[in-house]
Protein backbone atom coordinates (compact mmCIF):
# COMPACT_ATOMS: atom_id res chain seq x y z
CA UNK A 1 0.00 0.00 0.00
CA UNK A 2 0.83 3.53 -0.13
CA UNK A 3 2.81 5.44 2.50
CA UNK A 4 4.74 8.90 3.29
CA UNK A 5 8.54 9.22 2.90
CA UNK A 6 10.94 9.22 0.13
CA UNK A 7 10.54 5.46 -0.46
CA UNK A 8 8.03 4.13 -2.47
CA UNK A 9 6.70 0.68 -1.05
CA UNK A 10 6.96 -1.96 -3.50
CA UNK A 11 5.16 -4.81 -4.49
CA UNK A 12 6.97 -7.80 -6.40
CA UNK A 13 4.79 -9.96 -8.09
CA UNK A 14 5.25 -13.28 -11.03
CA UNK A 15 3.92 -12.64 -14.48
CA UNK A 16 0.38 -13.96 -14.36
CA UNK A 17 -0.06 -13.51 -10.78
CA UNK A 18 -3.14 -10.72 -9.90
CA UNK A 19 -2.06 -7.71 -7.99
CA UNK A 20 -3.58 -5.71 -5.66
CA UNK A 21 -2.49 -1.95 -4.91
CA UNK A 22 -3.68 -0.18 -2.08
CA UNK A 23 -4.88 3.02 -1.07
CA UNK A 24 -5.89 5.02 1.77
CA UNK A 25 -7.53 8.44 1.09
CA UNK A 26 -7.86 11.07 3.84
CA UNK A 27 -10.84 13.36 2.70
CA UNK A 28 -14.20 12.28 3.57
CA UNK A 29 -15.73 15.13 1.46
CA UNK A 30 -13.70 13.32 -2.00
CA UNK A 31 -15.90 12.04 -4.45
CA UNK A 32 -13.77 11.48 -7.60
CA UNK A 33 -11.39 8.33 -7.55
CA UNK A 34 -8.60 8.01 -10.48
CA UNK A 35 -5.61 5.35 -10.50
CA UNK A 36 -2.67 6.36 -12.73
CA UNK A 37 0.48 4.29 -13.93
CA UNK A 38 3.75 6.17 -14.24
CA UNK A 39 6.35 4.61 -15.78
CA UNK A 40 9.87 5.67 -16.04
CA UNK A 41 10.92 9.32 -17.63
CA UNK A 42 7.42 9.53 -18.60
CA UNK A 43 4.40 11.19 -17.42
CA UNK A 44 0.99 9.62 -15.12
CA UNK A 45 -1.59 7.45 -17.44
CA UNK A 46 -5.35 7.29 -16.48
CA UNK A 47 -6.10 3.55 -15.71
CA UNK A 48 -9.97 3.72 -14.37
CA UNK A 49 -11.86 5.98 -11.78
CA UNK A 50 -14.55 5.47 -9.55
CA UNK A 51 -16.99 8.27 -8.60
CA UNK A 52 -18.15 7.92 -5.00
CA UNK A 53 -21.68 6.63 -5.64
CA UNK A 54 -20.17 3.19 -6.42
CA UNK A 55 -18.07 0.55 -4.55
CA UNK A 56 -17.02 -0.89 -7.83
CA UNK A 57 -16.00 -0.45 -11.53
CA UNK A 58 -14.17 -2.55 -13.50
CA UNK A 59 -11.89 -2.28 -16.87
CA UNK A 60 -9.79 -4.04 -19.05
CA UNK A 61 -7.84 -6.72 -16.48
CA UNK A 62 -7.94 -4.07 -14.48
CA UNK A 63 -11.02 -3.36 -10.78
CA UNK A 64 -11.26 -0.40 -9.04
CA UNK A 65 -13.05 -1.25 -5.36
CA UNK A 66 -13.75 2.38 -3.05
CA UNK A 67 -14.45 1.43 0.74
CA UNK A 68 -15.93 5.01 1.66
CA UNK A 69 -16.51 3.56 5.44
CA UNK A 70 -13.07 3.57 5.59
CA UNK A 71 -11.87 5.92 3.11
CA UNK A 72 -9.84 3.07 0.92
CA UNK A 73 -9.31 2.56 -2.27
CA UNK A 74 -7.67 -0.74 -4.03
CA UNK A 75 -6.36 -1.48 -7.69
CA UNK A 76 -6.58 -5.09 -8.59
CA UNK A 77 -4.55 -6.22 -11.95
CA UNK A 78 -5.60 -9.70 -13.00
CA UNK A 79 -2.59 -11.58 -15.35
CA UNK A 80 0.05 -8.83 -14.05
CA UNK A 81 2.24 -8.54 -17.51
CA UNK A 82 5.93 -7.39 -17.63
CA UNK A 83 4.22 -4.20 -19.12
CA UNK A 84 2.63 -3.44 -15.69
CA UNK A 85 5.73 -2.53 -13.82
CA UNK A 86 5.65 0.96 -13.42
CA UNK A 87 4.70 2.99 -10.31
CA UNK A 88 1.01 3.50 -9.44
CA UNK A 89 -0.81 6.06 -7.48
CA UNK A 90 -4.15 6.94 -6.51
CA UNK A 91 -5.92 10.68 -6.57
CA UNK A 92 -8.73 12.04 -4.24
CA UNK A 93 -10.47 14.73 -6.50
CA UNK A 94 -12.97 17.63 -4.40
CA UNK A 95 -15.26 19.12 -6.70
CA UNK A 96 -14.39 22.70 -6.85
CA UNK A 97 -14.93 25.62 -9.30
CA UNK A 98 -16.38 23.09 -11.87
CA UNK A 99 -13.93 20.91 -11.66
CA UNK A 100 -12.07 18.92 -9.19
CA UNK A 101 -8.74 19.76 -7.35
CA UNK A 102 -6.71 16.64 -6.90
CA UNK A 103 -4.67 15.23 -4.04
CA UNK A 104 -1.76 12.59 -4.92
CA UNK A 105 -0.81 9.70 -3.13
CA UNK A 106 2.76 8.72 -2.94
CA UNK A 107 3.02 5.67 -5.37
CA UNK A 108 3.61 2.10 -4.93
CA UNK A 109 6.19 0.59 -7.07
CA UNK A 110 4.72 -2.39 -8.84
CA UNK A 111 7.76 -4.95 -10.03
CA UNK A 112 6.72 -7.99 -12.39
CA UNK A 113 9.03 -11.02 -12.71
CA UNK A 114 9.00 -12.68 -15.97
CA UNK B 1 -3.53 12.88 -32.64
CA UNK B 2 -0.08 14.13 -30.90
CA UNK B 3 -0.25 14.08 -27.71
CA UNK B 4 0.68 16.75 -24.42
CA UNK B 5 4.09 18.27 -25.22
CA UNK B 6 6.57 20.21 -23.01
CA UNK B 7 9.18 22.48 -23.79
CA UNK B 8 11.92 22.81 -22.79
CA UNK B 9 12.06 19.02 -21.48
CA UNK B 10 15.34 19.94 -19.06
CA UNK B 11 16.59 22.94 -17.59
CA UNK B 12 18.82 23.99 -15.05
CA UNK B 13 18.78 27.34 -13.51
CA UNK B 14 20.46 28.79 -10.48
CA UNK B 15 18.69 30.02 -7.41
CA UNK B 16 17.52 33.68 -7.66
CA UNK B 17 16.53 33.26 -11.35
CA UNK B 18 13.33 32.53 -12.70
CA UNK B 19 11.49 30.18 -15.64
CA UNK B 20 9.08 29.80 -17.80
CA UNK B 21 7.85 26.14 -18.86
CA UNK B 22 5.32 25.80 -21.81
CA UNK B 23 2.86 23.01 -22.01
CA UNK B 24 1.01 22.58 -25.97
CA UNK B 25 -2.55 20.76 -24.98
CA UNK B 26 -3.66 18.09 -27.29
CA UNK B 27 -5.51 19.80 -30.22
CA UNK B 28 -9.27 20.85 -28.81
CA UNK B 29 -8.32 20.28 -24.87
CA UNK B 30 -8.93 23.58 -23.34
CA UNK B 31 -8.30 22.28 -19.90
CA UNK B 32 -4.31 22.31 -18.53
CA UNK B 33 -3.24 21.40 -15.66
CA UNK B 34 -0.03 21.90 -14.03
CA UNK B 35 2.03 19.93 -11.35
CA UNK B 36 4.92 19.72 -9.64
CA UNK B 37 6.30 16.39 -8.95
CA UNK B 38 9.06 15.80 -5.91
CA UNK B 39 10.90 12.47 -4.55
CA UNK B 40 9.98 13.79 -1.27
CA UNK B 41 6.52 15.42 -1.69
CA UNK B 42 4.77 13.27 -4.41
CA UNK B 43 2.71 15.00 -7.23
CA UNK B 44 1.34 18.09 -5.65
CA UNK B 45 -1.04 20.34 -7.78
CA UNK B 46 -0.27 23.61 -9.08
CA UNK B 47 -2.76 25.28 -10.83
CA UNK B 48 -5.83 24.72 -13.24
CA UNK B 49 -6.73 26.75 -16.22
CA UNK B 50 -9.71 26.55 -18.85
CA UNK B 51 -10.49 28.71 -21.25
CA UNK B 52 -7.63 31.56 -20.29
CA UNK B 53 -8.90 31.63 -16.68
CA UNK B 54 -7.71 29.83 -13.69
CA UNK B 55 -9.96 27.77 -12.64
CA UNK B 56 -8.34 26.14 -9.90
CA UNK B 57 -5.35 26.71 -7.64
CA UNK B 58 -3.20 24.47 -5.22
CA UNK B 59 -1.41 25.07 -2.09
CA UNK B 60 1.85 26.99 -3.69
CA UNK B 61 3.11 30.38 -2.76
CA UNK B 62 3.06 33.03 -5.07
CA UNK B 63 6.33 32.92 -7.11
CA UNK B 64 4.71 29.96 -9.00
CA UNK B 65 2.08 31.82 -11.35
CA UNK B 66 0.46 30.75 -14.82
CA UNK B 67 -1.11 31.58 -18.11
CA UNK B 68 -3.18 30.23 -20.76
CA UNK B 69 -3.13 31.89 -24.16
CA UNK B 70 -6.78 31.76 -26.65
CA UNK B 71 -4.83 28.56 -28.14
CA UNK B 72 -5.24 26.64 -25.35
CA UNK B 73 -1.26 26.48 -24.93
CA UNK B 74 -0.35 27.34 -21.40
CA UNK B 75 2.64 28.71 -19.30
CA UNK B 76 4.39 28.26 -15.89
CA UNK B 77 6.33 30.91 -14.44
CA UNK B 78 8.22 30.45 -11.21
CA UNK B 79 9.99 33.50 -9.87
CA UNK B 80 13.09 33.66 -7.42
CA UNK B 81 13.78 30.05 -7.85
CA UNK B 82 14.67 27.92 -4.69
CA UNK B 83 16.83 24.79 -4.72
CA UNK B 84 13.03 23.12 -3.39
CA UNK B 85 11.67 23.92 -6.56
CA UNK B 86 13.87 21.36 -8.39
CA UNK B 87 11.31 19.26 -9.40
CA UNK B 88 9.43 17.36 -12.40
CA UNK B 89 6.52 19.83 -13.69
CA UNK B 90 4.08 18.22 -15.48
CA UNK B 91 1.26 19.59 -17.41
CA UNK B 92 -2.01 17.76 -18.38
CA UNK B 93 -5.03 18.52 -20.52
CA UNK B 94 -8.12 17.26 -20.96
CA UNK B 95 -11.57 18.11 -22.75
CA UNK B 96 -13.34 19.80 -24.73
CA UNK B 97 -16.46 20.03 -22.88
CA UNK B 98 -14.24 21.70 -19.56
CA UNK B 99 -16.22 18.66 -17.90
CA UNK B 100 -14.71 17.88 -14.53
CA UNK B 101 -14.13 14.52 -15.13
CA UNK B 102 -12.52 14.42 -18.24
CA UNK B 103 -9.91 12.44 -18.41
CA UNK B 104 -6.52 14.08 -18.47
CA UNK B 105 -3.81 13.62 -20.31
CA UNK B 106 -0.05 14.08 -19.18
CA UNK B 107 2.87 15.43 -21.25
CA UNK B 108 6.24 13.71 -20.39
CA UNK B 109 7.84 16.74 -18.25
CA UNK B 110 10.11 19.39 -17.71
CA UNK B 111 12.61 18.49 -15.27
CA UNK B 112 14.35 21.60 -13.45
CA UNK B 113 17.13 21.47 -11.71
CA UNK B 114 17.70 24.74 -9.46
CA UNK B 115 21.79 25.04 -8.38
Known amino acids: GESVGLHLPTLSVQEGDNSIINCAYSNSASDYFIWYKQESGKGPQFIIDIRSNMDKRQGQRVTVLLNKTVKHLSLQIAATQPGDSAVYFC?????????????FGRGTSLIVHP | KAGVTQTPRYLIKTRGQQVTLSCSPISGHRSVSWYQQTPGQGLQFLFE???????NKGNFPGRFSGRQFSNSRSEMNVSTLELGDSALYLCASSGGTGGSTDTQYFGPGTRLTVL
Open chain 1, 91 to 103: AENIGAGGSYIPT
Open chain 2, 49 to 55: YFSETQR
